[in-house]
């Protein structure tokens, strides 16, 4: 197999268990998935996986960040794990196999984060609010909830068993997540100023407005175009606002 | 799910770490596997993994023996799973998919082993001996050995997969056409009064505007959404135009 998963981020998130970590090293591993991200881990788990036997080069070039957003800032599709239990979710749910397909054809134009959330409670409402959709692993709904270590390797197989990842011809580029959460903070801001954002509910309006921009399925350029768009609204909201004249900036 | 996999016997051989026999229990919960097959296991591995929180009902009822032949005694079909190394091997190897298949279609017939050798040396030549054919997860030539809880997981995903599970169809009714005119509008008037669209090339603007709608993908509730966010935003800058104090409408 050639290094077909090249372009693939794997993200752990607040990850509680040094052996946990280490075994998504190995998977990834075994299936020639090279970029290991972490999103505050516990340290010390950091630290143990870091020194254990036989963790490699893997574990030496993992990278931590301090949020989602930072970790998935070049990724131009961010797809989240879950078991998707009880929780409500406010996005919209594949199956691996199905998700599956959507993500090889990516990787060959771009990067791809594939997230993980803790071993307690998975991602958060928030960790969920950056990634464009969810994917859940077809597991027994009695027995949902998978060991990390399990669910990585089960999710790099189903990304590498058909081998063949084409490189994308129809040459699109999709919106990174820093140009999305750009767009997602402009808007939230103009939104702000013009009373759409309730303070009392500010935090939830974000994650739905994140969740929203992240289902535009945004080209590059039309992120762009909207970033022009809601600056110059964001721009006469806040003359508006202040009173003063409108001028050059 | 249904337990699609009740002919299954997973059957672990000579399995050290308690927590691989954990772990593959865990997986078996999982995807509805139910039966679990020790054969010599260190004994206190057993032990260890009998008492082990949350190991229920799987493992209480995992039988111990002392040879493979009698761990397959009642299977019709024997498979051993193995990284092909350098080893040469005496039977014929599939790959996991294809293996799977044949697995699948024996499995509403009759019991099945699937075999998972040691740790450290994996199936010998005489646990060999018993299988009808082997099966090889594909991993990397660079890095084949797997963890032995993560190959179980991965054996299990591809055998539960396919499996008839009616896919959640997500219904979501798309955004009419006039949705998206009506949308179209209120963005290209909001546009308007914050200085967005120049006159000269208005139409040529409204034009780029309905395209970029049209691109969006736009459901039912999404539209809905953006026209709120929209109104909102044109009702902020006509007030700031007219200087108007704010009101109901």
Redesign the interface.
Known sequence: ?R?DLDNLRVVLVATRNP?NIG?AA??M????ARHLRLVHPYEVAFREARSAVGAGELMASAKEYGTVAEAVADCGLVVGTTAAGRRELQH??R????GGRTIRKQLGAGRVALLFGSEKVGLSNEDMSHCHWLMR?????G?????L??AV??CL??L??S?KITTAKNGKAVATAADLERLTQV?FE??G????VKPRVAAATEAKLRR?VR?????DA?AE??L??LR??Q???G???SGAA?KKD
Do not use: C
């Open positions: 197999m290094s052996l075994a190995r998977a591993s075994n299936f020639g919209e749910l199956r691996l196999e199905q692993i077809p597991t027994r709904a027995h949902g909830s998978m060991n270590g399990q390797a089960i197989y189903e590498a068993r081998g808007l103009a939104l100023v013009s009373g759409y929203m289902r535009m399925n945004l080209s039309d175009l909207w022009g768009i110059q609204i721009w006469k909201l003359t508006a606002e409108p």
